[in-house]
């Protein structure tokens, strides 16, 4: 099975007012799995991407705040593109998966939620080796 069969498009809660909308996100509620990690991108310079890597054990759910973004997944076989807009939305990246942020609007913040702590030993970052790792991990019977 591969590991893109476990991406999922997330709805979260909005609460829509006149004063302003409000969204909200609670660990193994909204999103699978405790959260022990947050990060966010932003001040992305025009034609910047971001990620270029996979994880071994890491889930992670992307959430544009602001401004829009093409998140590109691919498990070395297939390719998804995911257009993020939308402050309601996340996209659930299970490991194995190859993700890349491209094309980046101006004002783009993006939020990422985590299943794990900051682990270098967790990325995988070249790309051949990633090919690899899908490989034996995902494709071989
Ligand atoms: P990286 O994950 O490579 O960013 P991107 O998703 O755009 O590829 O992280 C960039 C740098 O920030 C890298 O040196 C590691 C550091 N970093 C942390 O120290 N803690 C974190 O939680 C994250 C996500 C990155």
Sequence with gaps: MS???NVRILEFPKVCDP?????????AIHVPFAIKRVFYIYDVPGGASRGGHAHRRNRQVLICLNGS???HL????TEK????NR???GVLIPPGVWDSMHNF???TVLLVVCS???DEDDYIRDYPRFLEYVEQNYFSS
Excluded: K, W
């Design 3 to 5: 590991p893109l069969d």
């Design 87 to 89: 402050a309601h939305n």
């Design 69 to 71: 973004m093409d998140l």
């Design 74 to 77: 691919t498990d070395g076989h």
């Design 81 to 84: 593109v995911i257009t993020l």
């Design 116 to 118: 794990e702590y900051y």
């Design 19 to 27: 004063r302003g909308n409000l969204s909200f996100i609670e660990e």
């Design 105 to 107: 609007s101006s004002g």
